[in-house]
Structures are given as structure tokens and as C-alpha cells.
């Protein structure tokens, strides 16, 4: 079997990606980071710090304030043209995706949407931190964490129900 190095490429490289087992656990990495992470705060400082672990409560209490502080800095410098850019990109792989089927297009869409909810969720928390004088911060924090869960679940049964049909319509092997 001679294999050029574009066939090998393009063997290896499948932009069929509800078939592909990688495109299944990125995105179970993807969520599992989104849900561990925290607005940049490790789960498990937070569970520490609402157990009453002192250390872990003046950690959280500096960490947050410090992302707060950087997400809302972010937004306030860079939002508009953030968002615009993120609406540009998301709307090119749904015309791709949806209109052209791209199924590669599909698949990055239904990775990069939700998490710009989750994006804009932090920003929300993050404002609310601060309006609250970083005031009960495990509460904030876990009450963020039950919501990305949610939009996890939400979302990871879309991108499979999507997954499986389009598998199921177009056939795994193309």
C-alpha cells in the first residue's frame, strides 16, 4: 500500500466528526473543564472553601477577585469588538454548517456556542461578584458551576441527538 503524504493526511485527519471518537471526547473535556474551572477558580478550592477551610477561603476570596477583575477588565476594553468577532465566526459556521453541510463546520459550531454562553455567564457572575462586594463568593461560584452543568447537559444532548442523526442519515463511513 503506497500511501502519499495527503492521503495519509486525510486519512488521519477526518473532518467527519460525529464519527470520529476524538470529536466525542473533546468535547467531554471541553465541558468537564468548564465545570472544574470556575471563573478561573478550581472546583475544589471552592468546596474546601465552603467546608470552612480558612487557607482555601482567603485563596478563593484573592483568586476570584483577581479573575473578576481581569474577565470584567477584558470586557470592558475589548467586549464590542470581542463579540462582534465571536458573532462573525459563529454565524460563518452555522451558514457552513446548516446551509452548505459541512458537517465539520456543524461540529465546531455546536463546540464554540455554548461556551460562548458560558463566556457570557462568567461575565454576569462576574459582575454580580463585584456588585456584591465579592461577598459570599463559594455561594456565587457553585450557583455558576450548577449552571454550566445545565447548559452542559442541555447541550451535550443536542450535539448527540444532532451526532447520531446525521451518522444515522448520512451512514458513519461517509
Not at 47 to 56: D, K, M, W, Y
Not at 59 to 83: C, K, P, Y
Not at 132 to 140: I, L, R, S, Y
Request: proline share 2%.
Amino acid at each position: 500500500m503506497d500511501f502519499t503524504f495527503l492521503e495519509l493526511a486525510r486519512e488521519v485527519i477526518d473532518l467527519r466528526s460525529f464519527s470520529n471518537l476524538w470529536y466525542w471526547i473533546v468535547l467531554a473535556v471541553l465541558w468537564s473543564t468548564a465545570s472544574h474551572w470556575v471563573l478561573g477558580v478550581p472546583y475544589d478550592m471552592v468546596q474546601r472553601a465552603a467546608r470552612g477551610h480558612e487557607r482555601s477561603m482567603h485563596d478563593l476570596q484573592i483568586l476570584a477577585e483577581v479573575n473578576v477583575n481581569r474577565i470584567l477588565t477584558i470586557v470592558e476594553v475589548s467586549g464590542v469588538w470581542a463579540t462582534a468577532i465571536a458573532t462573525f465566526v459563529l454565524t460563518g459556521l452555522a451558514v457552513l454548517g446548516w446551509f452548505y453541510g459541512i458537517e465539520f463546520c456543524q461540529a465546531v459550531f455546536l463546540l464554540l456556542f455554548p461556551m460562548t454562553l458560558v463566556g457570557a455567564w462568567s461575565i454576569r457572575t462576574a459582575r454580580k461578584l463585584r456588585a456584591a462586594g465579592f461577598a459570599d463568593v463559594p455561594q456565587h461560584l457553585r450557583a455558576h458551576r450548577i449552571g454550566v452543568q445545565m447548559l452542559g447537559v442541555i447541550f451535550i444532548f443536542i450535539t448527540a441527538f444532532w451526532g447520531m442523526w446525521v451518522n444515522v442519515r448520512i451512514g458513519p463511513l461517509g
